[in-house]
């Protein structure tokens, strides 16, 4: 123990020794856990860029167009790769051994190490193993901008350290914008603290340090605003103008909420909504391009009671969120951290000022999370907890007391052993069947892809890439070339457009009904039938015309 403790402090600054330790981590999480993206969104962003709808489209969305072009280009040299998900794990990785780099060179004593392991093992898991671009974005921006305060607090200038954090920051604001602001906004605990530190060195000194933060700052904003000037141009086509309205309007009533129906009937009566229109549309039916126009989801959201900031609202606030922090996985790393700080003693009114601006800060953006109507998102909770952990790491003293080392790691097993219900989800032996299940999935994709003549409208969910491919696995270009979903956020971008214009589609639900070009893949046929026989022809039939997997297709007639 002691020969590694004296290893360690020996080379603990060397940047070679925080990627060698970042490379067994990762290797070891990966032969230990199977990665899996968290949420579906992934696989719809990748669809854009890899070619799975016969195009390598650089517009993905949600992300920098500049990103995009990057990833279109290497699957346009060649798709044997999964590019999307081994760029995001460079950069992972890229954050990652920045963290480790400076956590090394904070920690002078065991018990801080303890600590800074910590923080490396349990959100290192949550990026690798969990991959959700979001949650990408803010782990880049809050390990880019701690790289940067590390780099303006240091005697000498560390240009190299600042140009790179630089560059990570931005690669986090270009996967995600709203998180790179986030995982900033929670990183400003560090630089009070800084302010703290320099504000007694008098007026001049005092006046150039701060110059020196503000200026670098400055230049990582006008950096990121112009990379958000070069996507917003990528957007200037009447196609995708008609497009980003469409897509404000579904975001704010699928993502905050649809008014109840019961409560708002004779509302969604008026807009020609009933109870089987209202079932299609929660269930992400929602391009009816008649019945659930742009104009009318603007209506529906316009139907939501205004929320009040009252004392109610504030109990609520309070049930809903505040006490479930400990239901967030991420949480009890941060709790073990100020453990850490509790217990290191000799606290100065400038640390525990900076550990109240945090607290203060972490509840202003879940209260603006709450009044929002999407909160306690596990994509966006870990940069939250990432950034407030390391802001209370950095007022730490260096040296903390001998003793605590002691304790550290028998509250380190205990984290670990109150996470485990998120960790064991992930272990190979447990997701054994996964790879099986993919092929049923991926059987269906093949069969539509084969049958070129034809196309496959899906009911949302009926066919999925997500569910067919897992992270590193390439996905053959052209794949859902011929299949319309009637439904998701890519639904309505000019490529969905031009593929309905090819087979002369104006409405999909209208449409399929009679063409004989035209078969529709549903996992609940029923559901749609009352949907068509309601609205479009009473007398159309389903016959199931084939079987392939888990799925089975059907020709409206």
């Given at each position: 123990?002691?020969?590694?403790?004296?290893?360690?402090?020996?080379?603990?600054?060397?940047?070679?020794?925080?990627?060698?330790?970042?490379?067994?981590?990762?290797?070891?999480?990966?032969?230990?856990?199977?990665?899996?993206?968290?949420?579906?969104?992934?696989?719809?962003?990748?669809?854009?860029?890899?070619?799975?709808?016969?195009?390598?489209?650089?517009?993905?969305?949600?992300?920098?167009?500049?990103?995009?072009?990057?990833?279109?280009?290497?699957?346009?040299?060649?798709?044997?790769?999964?590019?999307?998900?081994?760029?995001?794990?460079?950069?992972?990785?890229?954050?990652?051994?920045?963290?480790?780099?400076?956590?090394?060179?904070?920690?002078?004593?065991?018990?801080?190490?303890?600590?800074?392991?910590?923080?490396?093992?349990?959100?290192?898991?949550?990026?690798?193993?969990?991959?959700?671009?979001?949650?990408?974005?803010?782990?880049?921006?809050?390990?880019?901008?701690?790289?940067?305060?590390?780099?303006?607090?240091?005697?000498?200038?560390?240009?190299?350290?600042?140009?790179?954090?630089?560059?990570?920051?931005?690669?986090?604001?270009?996967?995600?914008?709203?998180?790179?602001?986030?995982?900033?906004?929670?990183?400003?605990?560090?630089?009070?603290?800084?302010?703290?530190?320099?504000?007694?060195?008098?007026?001049?000194?005092?006046?150039?340090?701060?110059?020196?933060?503000?200026?670098?700052?400055?230049?990582?904003?006008?950096?990121?605003?112009?990379?958000?000037?070069?996507?917003?141009?990528?957007?200037?086509?009447?196609?995708?103008?008609?497009?980003?309205?469409?897509?404000?309007?579904?975001?704010?009533?699928?993502?905050?909420?649809?008014p109840g129906f019961e409560k708002n009937q004779e509302e969604y009566e008026k807009l020609g909504i009933d109870s089987t229109a209202y079932k299609m549309l929660r269930g992400w039916n929602h391009m009816d391009t008649e019945k659930f126009t742009e104009e009318i989801m603007e209506t529906i959201v316009g139907m939501r009671a205004p929320k009040r900031i009252n004392l109610s609202f504030l109990k609520s606030f309070c049930r809903k969120v505040i006490l479930q922090f400990f239901t967030v996985p991420v949480f009890w790393c941060f709790l073990f951290v100020f453990l850490g700080w509790l217990l290191s003693g000799g606290h100065k009114w400038t640390d525990v000022t900076v550990f109240l601006y945090e607290c203060f800060a972490v509840g202003i953006l879940y209260f603006y999370l709450f009044y929002r109507g999407r909160y306690l998102r596990n994509r966006v909770d870990v940069p939250i907890w990432l950034a407030s952990s390391l802001v209370l790491f950095w007022v730490l003293p260096l040296a903390q007391r001998l003793w605590a080392q002691w304790i550290m790691p028998v509250f380190l097993a205990a984290v670990v052993i109150l996470t485990h219900g998120t960790w064991e989800k992930r272990l190979r032996v447990n997701t054994a069947a996964e790879p099986q299940k993919r092929e049923a999935y991926r059987e269906v994709l093949e069969y539509l892809a084969s049958d070129k003549e034809h196309l496959y409208i899906t009911r949302s969910g009926a066919v999925s890439l997500m569910s067919s491919y897992g992270i590193f696995e390439s996905i053959p270009a052209g794949i859902v070339e011929n299949t319309l979903s009637l439904g998701g956020w890519p639904a309505n971008t000019p490529g969905y457009v031009a593929r309905m214009e090819k087979y002369g589609i104006t409405n999909p639900f209208r449409d399929m009904i009679g063409n004989e070009q035209i078969y529709l893949v549903d996992g609940k046929i029923e559901e749609t039938m009352e949907y068509l026989h309601k609205y479009y022809d009473k007398d159309a039939e389903a016959a199931l015309v084939a079987e392939p997997g888990i799925a089975k297709i059907y020709k409206i007639e």
């Open positions: 123990m002691k020969s590694i403790t004296v290893f360690v402090q020996k080379h603990r600054e060397k940047v070679w020794f925080s990627i060698f330790i970042n490379i067994v981590l990762l290797a070891l999480l990966l032969i230990i856990f199977r990665p899996s993206y968290e949420t579906n969104d992934d696989m719809g962003l990748c669809s854009i860029v890899n070619g799975a709808y016969g195009t390598f489209d650089a517009h993905m969305i949600y992300a920098n167009y500049l990103l995009g072009l990057v990833l279109a280009g290497l699957y346009k040299i060649t798709q044997a790769l999964p590019w999307y998900a081994l760029v995001q794990y460079a950069a992972l990785f890229a954050a990652f051994t920045a963290l480790t780099v400076v956590l090394l060179r904070r920690s002078e004593t065991v018990a801080v190490r303890f600590l800074g392991a910590a923080i490396l093992l349990c959100f290192s898991y949550e990026g690798y193993i969990r991959l959700q671009y979001t949650k990408t974005a803010g782990i880049l921006a809050v390990a880019g901008v701690f790289l940067m305060f590390y780099a303006l607090c240091t005697e000498k200038r560390n240009m190299r350290a600042l140009v790179c954090g630089m560059a990570l920051a931005c690669l986090g604001a270009m996967y995600r914008l709203p998180q790179f602001f986030t995982g900033a906004f929670l990183m400003t605990g560090i630089g009070l603290f800084q302010l703290f530190q320099i504000g007694g060195r008098g007026k001049k000194e005092f006046w150039k340090k701060a110059g020196r933060y503000v200026g670098a700052f400055a230049v990582l904003l006008l950096l990121v605003i112009g990379l958000y000037g070069v996507d917003r141009l990528a957007y200037r086509s009447e196609g995708w103008q008609k497009y980003t309205s469409y897509n404000e309007a579904r975001t704010e009533l699928f993502d905050y909420g649809f």
